[in-house]
């Protein structure tokens, strides 16, 4: 719930905006674009108290909003 927060808030979409494991990130919403990857990451570090490597970045991770909660759960572990 908190990553969708993240994204609905950061790519400025609107609440009632569907959101599942298999929605696609990059190339599917306009809004994300490289600089609201940052500021998704950014907000990520801040919100779980993790710090993200620019090398454990990939298009992977952003495949869809279940490969980026996957990501997020491994570093908090």
Do not use: R, Y
């Amino acid at each position: 719930a908190q990553v969708k927060e993240i994204l609905i808030d950061t790519l400025q979409l609107s609440n009632d905006v569907e959101i599942d494991e298999e929605t696609a990130l990059l190339g599917s919403i306009p809004e994300f674009d490289s600089m609201a990857v940052v500021t998704v990451l950014t907000a990520v570090e801040e919100t779980f108290g993790v710090e993200i490597e620019d090398d454990e970045i990939s298009a992977d991770v952003f495949e869809n909003f279940g490969t980026l909660c996957e990501f997020i759960e491994q570093k908090v572990e």
